[in-house]
Protein backbone atom coordinates (compact mmCIF):
# COMPACT_ATOMS: atom_id res chain seq x y z
CA UNK A 1 0.00 0.00 0.00
CA UNK A 2 2.98 2.40 1.13
CA UNK A 3 4.58 1.55 -2.31
CA UNK A 4 1.39 2.43 -4.46
CA UNK A 5 0.49 5.49 -2.17
CA UNK A 6 4.28 6.73 -3.30
CA UNK A 7 4.12 6.14 -6.97
CA UNK A 8 0.88 8.29 -7.24
CA UNK A 9 2.79 11.08 -5.30
CA UNK A 10 4.90 10.41 -7.99
CA UNK A 11 2.56 10.83 -10.75
CA UNK A 12 0.87 13.57 -9.64
CA UNK A 13 4.15 15.77 -8.96
CA UNK A 14 5.12 15.05 -12.57
CA UNK A 15 1.58 15.86 -14.07
CA UNK A 16 2.05 19.48 -11.82
CA UNK A 17 5.44 19.91 -12.97
CA UNK A 18 4.55 19.56 -16.97
CA UNK A 19 1.92 21.53 -16.37
CA UNK A 20 3.91 24.03 -14.89
CA UNK A 21 6.37 23.88 -17.79
CA UNK A 22 3.91 24.12 -20.73
CA UNK A 23 4.72 27.46 -22.17
CA UNK A 24 2.30 29.54 -24.91
CA UNK A 25 3.66 29.18 -27.75
CA UNK A 26 2.53 27.71 -31.54
CA UNK A 27 2.10 24.11 -31.04
CA UNK A 28 0.35 25.12 -27.66
CA UNK A 29 -1.42 28.56 -27.92
CA UNK A 30 -3.97 30.26 -25.88
CA UNK A 31 -7.46 31.73 -27.13
CA UNK A 32 -6.97 35.05 -28.15
CA UNK A 33 -3.62 34.74 -29.75
CA UNK A 34 -1.96 34.94 -33.10
CA UNK A 35 0.86 32.86 -34.42
CA UNK A 36 2.39 32.61 -37.33
CA UNK A 37 3.49 29.13 -38.64
CA UNK A 38 6.19 28.76 -41.22
CA UNK A 39 8.19 26.32 -43.40
CA UNK A 40 10.70 26.53 -46.01
CA UNK A 41 9.28 25.00 -49.81
CA UNK A 42 11.01 23.00 -51.76
CA UNK A 43 10.39 25.28 -54.99
CA UNK A 44 9.40 29.13 -54.04
CA UNK A 45 7.19 28.64 -57.65
CA UNK A 46 5.43 25.47 -56.64
CA UNK A 47 1.65 26.50 -55.03
CA UNK A 48 1.68 26.28 -51.09
CA UNK A 49 -1.90 25.47 -49.14
CA UNK A 50 -2.38 25.64 -45.30
CA UNK A 51 -5.73 23.68 -44.02
CA UNK A 52 -6.32 23.51 -40.62
CA UNK A 53 -9.55 21.43 -38.84
CA UNK A 54 -12.21 23.11 -36.84
CA UNK A 55 -14.71 25.84 -38.67
CA UNK A 56 -12.71 29.12 -40.06
CA UNK A 57 -13.79 32.23 -38.47
CA UNK A 58 -15.53 30.45 -35.57
CA UNK A 59 -12.45 28.38 -34.18
CA UNK A 60 -9.81 30.20 -35.88
CA UNK A 61 -9.05 32.79 -38.57
CA UNK A 62 -6.12 32.14 -40.87
CA UNK A 63 -4.35 35.03 -43.11
CA UNK A 64 -1.72 34.74 -45.67
CA UNK A 65 -2.79 31.03 -46.56
CA UNK A 66 -1.21 29.80 -49.75
CA UNK A 67 2.05 31.78 -48.85
CA UNK A 68 5.27 29.89 -47.09
CA UNK A 69 4.26 31.85 -43.66
CA UNK A 70 0.28 31.63 -42.12
CA UNK A 71 -1.05 33.73 -39.37
CA UNK A 72 -3.84 32.21 -37.09
CA UNK A 73 -5.70 33.67 -34.49
CA UNK A 74 -6.99 30.90 -32.39
CA UNK A 75 -10.43 31.54 -31.26
CA UNK A 76 -11.66 28.31 -29.64
CA UNK A 77 -9.89 26.00 -27.14
CA UNK A 78 -9.52 22.49 -28.59
CA UNK A 79 -6.92 19.99 -30.48
CA UNK A 80 -6.39 20.93 -34.56
CA UNK A 81 -4.44 19.17 -36.98
CA UNK A 82 -3.17 22.00 -39.34
CA UNK A 83 -2.02 20.83 -42.53
CA UNK A 84 0.40 22.42 -45.54
CA UNK A 85 0.60 21.11 -48.68
CA UNK A 86 3.14 21.91 -51.47
CA UNK A 87 2.44 21.04 -55.29
CA UNK A 88 4.25 20.98 -58.35
CA UNK A 89 1.76 22.73 -60.82
CA UNK A 90 3.68 20.79 -63.57
CA UNK A 91 3.77 17.82 -62.65
CA UNK A 92 1.08 17.97 -59.89
CA UNK A 93 3.25 16.02 -57.16
CA UNK A 94 3.16 17.38 -53.25
CA UNK A 95 4.82 17.22 -50.13
CA UNK A 96 2.21 17.46 -47.29
CA UNK A 97 3.40 18.27 -43.52
CA UNK A 98 1.13 18.44 -40.56
CA UNK A 99 1.56 19.31 -36.88
CA UNK A 100 -1.18 18.89 -34.04
CA UNK A 101 -2.36 21.85 -32.29
CA UNK A 102 -3.47 22.00 -28.39
CA UNK A 103 -5.43 25.19 -28.06
CA UNK A 104 -5.39 26.12 -24.63
CA UNK A 105 -7.96 28.37 -22.65
CA UNK A 106 -7.07 31.78 -22.14
CA UNK A 107 -5.22 32.17 -18.77
CA UNK A 108 -4.28 36.23 -19.36
CA UNK A 109 -5.56 38.37 -16.87
CA UNK A 110 -4.76 41.63 -15.68
CA UNK A 111 -6.28 43.64 -12.87
CA UNK A 112 -6.13 47.04 -10.98
CA UNK A 113 -6.92 47.58 -7.67
CA UNK A 114 -7.11 50.92 -5.73
CA UNK A 115 -5.21 51.21 -2.04
CA UNK A 116 -7.47 51.74 0.88
CA UNK A 117 -8.55 55.70 1.11
CA UNK A 118 -6.17 57.93 3.36
CA UNK A 119 -6.13 61.15 4.00
CA UNK A 120 -4.80 64.24 1.66
CA UNK A 121 -1.06 65.16 2.32
CA UNK A 122 -2.33 68.22 4.92
CA UNK A 123 -3.47 66.17 7.74
CA UNK A 124 -2.14 67.07 10.64
CA UNK A 125 -0.71 70.28 9.57
CA UNK A 126 -0.15 73.19 12.26
CA UNK A 127 -1.77 76.28 11.13
CA UNK A 128 -1.85 75.42 7.46
CA UNK A 129 -4.04 77.80 5.62
CA UNK A 130 -4.08 77.04 2.11
CA UNK A 131 -6.50 76.05 0.05
CA UNK A 132 -5.53 72.99 -1.76
CA UNK A 133 -3.78 69.80 -1.19
CA UNK A 134 -1.40 68.14 -3.51
CA UNK A 135 -1.39 64.20 -3.04
CA UNK A 136 0.39 61.66 -4.52
CA UNK A 137 -1.74 57.94 -4.94
CA UNK A 138 -0.98 55.15 -7.11
CA UNK A 139 -2.78 52.44 -8.35
CA UNK A 140 -1.42 49.26 -8.41
CA UNK A 141 -1.94 46.94 -11.76
CA UNK A 142 -0.83 43.41 -11.87
CA UNK A 143 -0.49 40.60 -14.84
CA UNK A 144 -0.80 36.60 -14.59
CA UNK A 145 -0.89 34.50 -17.25
CA UNK A 146 -1.34 31.05 -15.66
CA UNK A 147 1.96 29.95 -16.75
CA UNK A 148 4.87 29.83 -14.75
CA UNK A 149 7.33 29.25 -17.50
CA UNK A 150 5.57 32.20 -20.11
CA UNK A 151 6.98 35.26 -19.38
CA UNK A 152 6.05 38.16 -21.65
CA UNK A 153 6.24 41.64 -22.31
CA UNK A 154 2.71 43.68 -21.57
CA UNK A 155 0.55 46.87 -22.90
CA UNK A 156 -2.45 48.44 -21.28
CA UNK A 157 -4.19 51.18 -21.87
CA UNK A 158 -6.04 53.59 -19.80
CA UNK A 159 -7.83 56.73 -18.72
CA UNK A 160 -7.98 58.38 -15.56
CA UNK A 161 -10.91 60.33 -14.31
CA UNK A 162 -10.20 62.93 -11.52
CA UNK A 163 -13.25 64.76 -11.06
CA UNK A 164 -12.65 68.24 -9.57
CA UNK A 165 -8.95 67.52 -8.98
CA UNK A 166 -6.06 68.02 -11.41
CA UNK A 167 -3.39 65.99 -12.05
CA UNK A 168 0.28 66.07 -12.69
CA UNK A 169 3.60 64.03 -12.82
CA UNK A 170 1.68 60.94 -14.24
CA UNK A 171 4.13 57.79 -14.06
CA UNK A 172 4.98 54.60 -14.17
CA UNK A 173 7.12 52.48 -11.99
CA UNK A 174 7.89 49.71 -14.85
CA UNK A 175 7.55 50.03 -18.78
CA UNK A 176 7.06 53.24 -20.91
CA UNK A 177 4.62 55.45 -20.46
CA UNK A 178 2.45 57.98 -22.94
CA UNK A 179 -0.14 59.72 -23.23
CA UNK A 180 -2.39 60.93 -26.17
CA UNK A 181 -5.75 63.06 -26.40
CA UNK A 182 -6.41 61.54 -22.62
CA UNK A 183 -5.72 57.93 -23.27
CA UNK A 184 -2.69 56.77 -21.45
CA UNK A 185 -0.42 53.55 -22.97
CA UNK A 186 1.91 51.62 -20.68
CA UNK A 187 3.82 48.90 -22.95
CA UNK A 188 6.92 46.88 -22.01
CA UNK A 189 5.69 45.56 -19.01
CA UNK A 190 7.83 42.83 -18.02
CA UNK A 191 6.96 39.77 -16.31
CA UNK A 192 8.81 37.01 -14.32
CA UNK A 193 7.59 33.12 -13.43
CA UNK A 194 4.47 34.08 -15.54
CA UNK A 195 3.23 36.90 -13.67
CA UNK A 196 4.42 40.98 -13.24
CA UNK A 197 3.70 44.49 -11.92
CA UNK A 198 3.60 47.96 -12.22
CA UNK A 199 2.57 50.38 -10.27
CA UNK A 200 0.91 53.84 -11.79
CA UNK A 201 1.77 56.82 -9.87
CA UNK A 202 0.29 61.05 -10.01
CA UNK A 203 0.34 63.47 -7.76
CA UNK A 204 -3.63 64.74 -7.08
CA UNK A 205 -4.45 68.45 -6.58
CA UNK A 206 -7.85 69.75 -5.11
CA UNK A 207 -9.58 71.20 -2.04
CA UNK A 208 -8.17 70.04 1.15
CA UNK A 209 -11.83 69.71 2.62
CA UNK A 210 -13.47 67.97 0.03
CA UNK A 211 -13.08 64.65 -0.81
CA UNK A 212 -10.98 64.18 -3.84
CA UNK A 213 -11.12 60.92 -6.07
CA UNK A 214 -9.22 59.34 -8.90
CA UNK A 215 -11.16 56.55 -11.47
CA UNK A 216 -8.35 54.59 -13.44
CA UNK A 217 -9.71 52.49 -16.15
CA UNK A 218 -8.08 49.85 -18.20
CA UNK A 219 -9.37 50.03 -21.38
CA UNK A 220 -7.34 47.43 -22.94
CA UNK A 221 -4.65 44.52 -22.10
CA UNK A 222 -2.53 42.15 -23.95
CA UNK A 223 0.46 40.40 -23.57
CA UNK A 224 2.54 41.30 -26.40
CA UNK A 225 4.81 38.20 -27.49
CA UNK A 226 1.46 36.53 -29.05
CA UNK A 227 -1.07 39.47 -28.87
CA UNK A 228 -2.88 37.81 -26.13
CA UNK A 229 -5.60 39.78 -25.08
CA UNK A 230 -6.82 39.85 -21.18
CA UNK A 231 -9.33 36.99 -20.33
CA UNK A 232 -12.35 38.88 -19.14
CA UNK A 233 -11.92 42.54 -18.59
CA UNK A 234 -13.88 42.61 -15.60
CA UNK A 235 -11.28 43.91 -12.98
CA UNK A 236 -9.71 46.29 -14.83
CA UNK A 237 -11.70 49.71 -12.80
CA UNK A 238 -10.06 51.22 -9.46
CA UNK A 239 -11.63 54.61 -7.50
CA UNK A 240 -8.81 55.97 -5.24
CA UNK A 241 -10.02 58.39 -2.57
CA UNK A 242 -8.22 60.91 -0.98
CA UNK A 243 -10.26 61.71 2.27
CA UNK A 244 -10.56 65.75 3.61
CA UNK A 245 -9.13 67.22 6.67
CA UNK A 246 -11.56 68.82 9.02
CA UNK A 247 -12.31 72.44 8.00
CA UNK A 248 -11.59 73.97 11.23
CA UNK A 249 -11.14 77.67 11.87
CA UNK A 250 -7.92 79.31 13.70
CA UNK A 251 -8.40 79.64 17.37
CA UNK A 252 -9.81 82.41 18.53
CA UNK A 253 -9.66 84.11 22.43
CA UNK A 254 -11.17 86.27 24.40
Known amino acids: MKKNLTYLIAIAAIMLLSLGAKAQGGLSPLVGSTHVYTITPGDAGNTKAWTLTGTAGTDYVMTNGNTASATILWKTAGTYTLTFTETNPTTTCSTVKNVTVEVDDNT ?11 CNSLT ?9 ATTSISFPVSMVTGISTFNPTWEIQFTLAPGTATLASVAATAGTLTESSGTYTLTAIPSASGAGAVNITMNVTGSKIVAQSVLLTITSAKELSFNTPDVDGDDWTANQVINPVPNTSDISAN
Do not use: E, P
Not at 108 to 118: E, L, Q, R
Not at 124 to 132: E, H, L, R
Open 108 to 118: FDVSVTANAAF
Open 124 to 132: GAINNNDAN
